[in-house]
């Protein structure tokens, strides 16, 4: 570090520091009073009292938009209808046809993210384990390699849909070399399965970097005497692979699995400018209808928008309940281990 | 408690500016722009300024999206710019402020402004609610080197819309474009040739009608054009919803050889065109019941939350003096909506591209030219509910995802759930 | 698939020879660096290109400008052709001016004489060059130092704010044994699920009503309690032995500088990779900053530089131009802290 630097740090420290002592008196004051627990509630208070008033009041508004209808905004300038919008959300005559519900445009939207996310979630799964699984053998420049496929994670999700939508457009990048391959250009987001393909491809590409690097920290604490051991005995590789290295990576997987899980039915931003949920409606997907339904259009329908994303809250509630069990089960396992 | 104190210290903060600054009044002007017009608004208002010393203009340029999307809200709930341009002008016309006791001579807003006044105000009321900044017209470009190159004959006057895809498909053919040609993906775009083909869209007593026979047949052309292939599909088939885009870039990159779009285009065309082609403006092409395109237009209001109404109404009359009007017009190459200087005619729009004055007259004469549906529906309240419905079904069609029997069903349906929650 | 596995677990340095699975991997780095960066690059490429080239069919993989050539007798530059003559040869003429199909053309060399050609057989001269003004335009119409200055308070206090409560309840919540711990850990993972797009009409409300509408903190504050920080510390204080604490307590160091003097040094490779990611969420903020900053001398850079995109055009020369001048700081902090960051989240992310 610089002298420059070391100056701009205490510059940024230095308040902090001084804060850090401030507080530490009406604290003391406060730990005799109240003993320990008293201190954990002093600790969880400023993030709480944030997450309250920003997070967790909000969601709680939206419930209660859910049983509203009208265009107004105002809490106080809307009509309660009970279950109404719920109702008409789940209102439909055959499940497997979208055209026979009522909200045809909510059910097309959940039948494309259910399809998203299962391909998405594995071919995450797939592309991360097998660069993991590189990154980890002893090669050359690789701390820059690992760097490389972190690169787009620190993108915005709206740049990316805009770099992709600059390639896959009838003026874009594929096109060009279409051309000097001496093929066809195509225009690759008028066709369903392209496009469709397109946003998994995308999202995969964006977010690979980060679930690579946790398959990675799992792959390193492996020990290595394992694999040793393996080699004296003559195991194959391929008994290797699934005898140790998949066993001892499965926390890590779980994880992986989870959170792109979730990510993956909060997919929008990049969807959004990548092909606008089109063609027709096939990229459209829920948080996209939640969004144009509640606040995009002039004629929202803020009432059913909460009710939508409430539905689709309560399918994520149980994906987290299955990232808990998961983590409580690794974790566990992981005090076995040591 | 922090928050508290917090912005108690930003009051203060606030109080005291306040108090340095009493003598001149801050106005804020939330702006978007489609091209240069911000920037001319900008040179207008520092005009203004320099004449007003007590009254500060601040020009707040924005996103489309943030008009579209949350200056609704902000009005909802009471607030805003003290002046916005707004595109929504009959569904929040609640919110604009009456500038009919604070304007210099309300004589001239009437008699100038007057004919549009129902696009922007409640059923029924007299308010003088703002003006156009532009007067919009729905219409069709041709690439007339395209055509010439091809030695297809550019359809006359009265051609169909058959004749004109015929022909632009004939010059795809030869000339080997991406398609014959594109209509913007807006219900707003189809509703002129939706009544040239015979649709009404609003029922005796002022709600929505049915989807009718006139809508569907041009509807159904549409969608036959695009699954032929003739009508560039990713402009309409590469959304979902209601999103808006446009075939324009195509039409300046010589993709297509005719453009459904309209006289806002004018400046984008000559601007990035330049000398590459000749293009000339059409006008409407007709159907079964006339040759309409629609009219329309982005307008200036003041917000009725305002704490300076006066002062609003000052930068209002010098903004709509005739004066300024006709040179932001002549600057951004946009129709006017001033009667008197239609009426006057002679702009002198700053471009030397020959191509712009025939296109701006074309124009002109296409206003002149709207069936009455087309003339209603600026001022109909349930226009955007049926421009929705219009353009996310009718993509769909295209898309191959219902059948067009299925899309008209559910444009019913949505127009009726729009209506149903708007009124509850 | 035991093609794969056994690919994968092919270490070289066995022999000198090059294993096939040495030339898959070294596909995939190279095929996958190509992939990683090659679109960026391509943004960055088409961002220097002028309005008219953007919509070209087919691109060209660099920016092209036309070659303009001074003749004698016209006052101003005129452009440069390569004309396909009659007798099947090629020459370079400029041209005067264009009308229907015809060029009238002359030759640099031969002022005086004028030339007919039809347009099909003429193809403009180009170099490669870039269209600067895509950048200067916006930037000098812009108070782009106002906007500058805004994003960089908003990162810095966000992400300073998110490090000291966040870990604060991590610290809590990993380090203290009471009533309703599961449930608050619950709560706060539960709403990891919700993304901001979904509840953006009950929290504008929220907003507004505590009057923070067009402040830089109606962005910051609903930001920094984000779930990911929490949960992410505490799995990470977690590892920290709890003798150490104890040790403190019997010192009579009081909680709070356990917390301070302990927990927080013992954290910081997890807190420097929150602070990583905050730096880099609340720089790419773009959706919600927008929806509260509506009036000029508030915008950030991403909310500043996006009133390009208009009603009925998008002004996509200047929209790519400043997307690739919010990606500058990204690339910054990637180009410095790469090792930093991918350790990092190795190492301190999930445990």
């Known amino acids: 570090m610089s002298a420059i630097g070391k100056t701009l740090g205490s510059v940024v420290t230095l308040p902090l520091i001084w804060l850090a002592r401030a507080v530490d008196y009406p604290l003391r004051w406060w730990q005799r009073k109240t003993g320990q627990g008293g201190m954990a509630a002093a600790f969880l208070a400023p993030n709480l009292a944030i997450f309250g008033v920003f997070v967790l009041f909000p969601l709680a508004l939206n419930f209660v938009y859910s049983t509203t209808a009208g265009t107004n905004v105002l809490l106080s300038d809307r009509t309660f209808v009970g279950a109404d919008q719920y109702a008409r959300l789940l209102a439909c005559e055959d499940y497997t046809r979208a055209i026979t519900c009522r909200e045809d445009l909510f059910w097309r939207a959940a039948g494309n993210t259910f399809f998203f996310v299962i391909l998405q979630v594995t071919m995450m799964v797939v592309v991360s384990t097998i660069t993991a699984l590189i990154l980890n053998r002893n090669i050359a420049g690789r701390g820059f390699f690992r760097a490389v496929f972190f690169f787009p994670v620190l993108l915005s999700p709206v740049v990316v849909g805009l770099i992709w939508r600059w390639i896959l457009q009838r003026q874009g990048l594929l096109n060009l070399i279409m051309v000097n391959l001496g093929l066809d250009p195509e225009v690759w987001l008028n066709d369903r399965t392209y496009a469709f393909a397109a946003t998994i491809g995308v999202s995969v590409w964006a977010h690979m970097g980060f679930y690579t690097l946790i398959l990675l920290a799992g792959l390193q604490a492996i020990p290595r005497d394992l694999y040793e051991a393996a080699e004296m005995d003559g195991t194959p590789p391929g008994r290797v692979f699934w005898r140790i290295t998949l066993p001892l990576l499965g926390p890590n997987l779980a994880v992986v699995l989870v959170l792109s899980l979730i990510k993956g039915v909060q997919i929008f931003d990049e969807v959004y400018v990548l092909t606008g949920g089109g063609p027709g409606t096939s990229t459209l997907y829920l948080t996209q209808y939640i969004y144009e339904v509640g606040f995009a259009s002039i004629l929202r329908n803020p009432g059913l928008a909460a009710a939508a994303s409430i539905l689709m809250g309560l399918v994520l509630v149980v994906l987290t309940l299955v990232q808990l069990w998961l983590s409580r089960r690794s974790e566990g396992k992981g005090r076995r281990d040591a | ?424 | ?351």
């Open chain 2, 1 to 424: 408690m922090k928050l508290n104190t917090l912005m108690a210290t930003v009051a203060l903060a606030a109080l005291g500016t306040a108090a340095t600054a009493q003598d001149t009044t801050e106005l804020r002007m939330m702006w978007y722009s489609d091209g240069i017009e911000g920037e001319v608004m900008q040179d207008l208002l520092d005009r203004f300024e320099e004449e007003n010393p007590d009254i500060d203009v601040v020009l707040d340029n924005v996103a489309y999206q943030v008009i579209q999307e949350q200056l609704p809200i902000q009005l909802a709930s009471g607030q805003g710019p003290d002046i916005a341009r707004v595109t929504n002008l009959k569904e929040q016309a609640q919110h604009w402020l009456d500038l009919s006791d604070y304007v210099e001579d309300a004589a001239y807003w009437e008699e100038n402004f007057g004919n549009r006044f129902d696009w922007m105000r409640e059923d029924g009321s007299d308010a003088i609610p703002g003006f156009l900044t532009q007067l919009t017209m729905v219409g069709g470009y041709a690439n007339k080197t395209l055509f010439e190159q091809a030695g297809v004959e550019m359809p006359g006057d009265d051609a169909t819309w058959d004749d004109w895809v015929n022909a632009a498909d004939e010059v795809r053919q030869s000339q080997g474009t991406a398609a014959a040609f594109a209509v913007d993906r807006s219900g707003h775009r189809i509703s002129g040739p939706n009544a040239s083909f015979g649709a009404n869209y609003i029922a005796e007593d002022g709600t929505p009608a049915p989807v009718d026979d006139g809508t569907m047949a041009f509807v159904e052309k549409l969608v036959n054009w695009t699954k032929e292939g003739k009508q560039l599909p990713e402009v309409w088939v590469s959304a979902a919803g209601t999103t808006y885009r446009s075939g324009a870039d195509d039409f300046i990159n010589a993709q297509i050889p005719f453009l459904y779009s309209g006289s806002w285009q004018v400046a984008n065309l000559s601007t990035k065109i330049g000398d590459a082609f000749d293009w000339v403006a059409i006008g409407s092409p007709c159907g079964t019941a006339g040759c309409s395109g629609l009219a329309g237009g982005a307008a200036l209001v003041g917000i009725k939350y305002t704490e300076h109404p006066e002062e609003v109404a000052r930068v209002m009359d010098f903004l709509a003096s005739e004066e300024i009007v006709r040179e932001f017009s002549e600057r951004t190459l946009f129709l006017p909506a001033h009667a008197g200087i239609v009426e006057a005619g002679g702009l002198n729009f700053q471009s030397d591209d020959p191509n712009v004055p025939p296109a701006l007259d074309r124009f002109v004469q296409a206003s002149g030219e709207t069936l009455p549906l087309a003339d209603q529906l600026p001022a109909w309240k349930w226009a955007n509910a049926y421009y929705g419905a219009l353009v996310t079904r009718a993509s769909q069609a295209m898309a191959d995802e219902i059948t067009l029997e299925e899309a008209r069903m559910l444009m019913d349906q949505d127009i009726a759930d729009a209506v149903e929650n708007a009124s509850q």
């Open chain 3, 1 to 351: 698939m035991s093609h794969v596995s056994q690919f994968l677990f092919r270490r070289r340095g066995h022999s000198n020879r090059w294993h096939w699975t040495d030339v898959v991997t070294w596909l995939w780095l190279i095929g996958g660096t190509i992939l990683m960066f090659g679109p960026a690059l391509w943004l960055v490429s088409s961002s220097f290109k002028g309005p008219a080239e953007l919509a070209e069919f087919p691109p060209t993989l660099l920016p092209y400008q036309q070659i303009t050539i001074a003749v004698d007798g016209y006052d101003d530059p005129l452009p440069l052709y390569t004309v396909q003559t009659e007798d099947g040869g090629t020459r370079r003429l400029a041209e005067i001016r264009r009308i229907g199909t015809n060029a009238q053309m002359v030759d640099p060399d031969a002022p005086d004489e004028r030339i007919d050609v039809n347009i099909a057989d003429r193809t403009p001269v180009r170099e490669i060059g870039l269209a600067t003004e895509n950048y200067i335009e916006p930037l000098l119409a812009n108070d782009f130092l106002r906007f500058l200055w805004n994003s960089v308070f908003v990162t810095t206090m966000a992400t300073i704010i998110t490090l000291l409560t966040n870990s604060m309840a991590a610290f809590a919540l990993s380090k203290y044994q009471f009533r309703g711990r599961d449930a608050v850990m619950l709560i706060i993972v539960a709403t990891l699920m919700v993304p901001l797009s979904v509840i953006l009409v009950p929290l504008y409300s929220v907003v507004n009503a505590t009057g923070l509408l067009n402040s830089l903190w109606g962005v910051i504050l609903p930001t920094v309690a984000t779930p990911t920080g929490v949960f992410l510390l505490r799995q990470y204080m977690l590892t920290i032995p709890d003798e150490l604490l104890e040790a403190a307590r019997m010192d009579h160091a009081s909680e709070w500088q356990i917390y301070w003097r302990i927990v927080l040094p013992l954290a910081a490779p997890a807190l420097a990779v929150l602070a990583i990611f905050s730096v880099v969420w609340r720089w790419n903020d773009f959706l919600w900053p927008l929806i509260v900053l509506s009036q000029r001398e508030t915008y950030t850079l991403q909310v500043g530089l996006n009133t390009y995109a208009g009603e009925l055009n998008v002004q996509w020369h200047y929209i790519l131009a400043m997307t690739v001048v919010t990606m500058i700081p990204v690339v910054l902090v990637f180009v410095f802290l790469q090792r930093f960051i991918t350790t990092g989240i190795a190492g301190a992310g999930i445990k």
